[in-house]
């Protein structure tokens, strides 16, 4: 599968955007989902992840209540709504995909991989 991630930009704190990932290739709704993100100097860290079916969701505890992350597999699509920016989520953001059995919250656990969208969030 292929992955590209989008809607990334620049945004003041409190403020909000939401990233898309466009899958092609290999049935969409067979692969778990996942967002990471990576600021400069630091390691890739999960962020959210999602289900094949869209039902199971998890989330890192430093974005629990202002992320959200979504799927619609008729499009071949998996967002993240991000609420009430704040500065240290600046970073770029990743899509990845695995066909694992379950969600997997560390890199290691994801087959495929986009190529990042960066969102800078201004205080």
């Known amino acids: 599968v292929q992955l590209q991630a989008s809607g990334g930009g620049l945004v003041q704190a409190g403020g909000s955007l939401r990233l898309s990932c466009a899958a092609s290739g290999r049935t969409f709704s067979y692969y778990n989902m996942g967002w990471f993100r990576q600021a400069p100097g630091q390691e890739r860290e999960f962020v959210a992840g999602?289900?094949?079916?869209?039902?199971?969701?998890y989330y890192a505890d430093s974005v629990k209540g202002r992320f959200t992350i979504s799927r619609d597999n008729a499009k071949n699509t998996v967002y993240l709504q991000m609420n009430s920016l704040k500065p240290e989520d600046t970073a770029v953001y990743y899509c990845?995909?695995?066909?694992?059995?379950?969600?997997?919250?560390?890199?290691?656990?994801?087959?495929?991989w986009g190529q990042g969208t960066l969102v800078t969030v201004s205080s």
């Open positions: 990845a995909a695995n066909l694992r059995v379950v969600v997997k919250t560390t890199p290691d656990g994801y087959d495929y």
């Open positions: 999602i289900g094949r079916s869209g039902t199971s969701t």
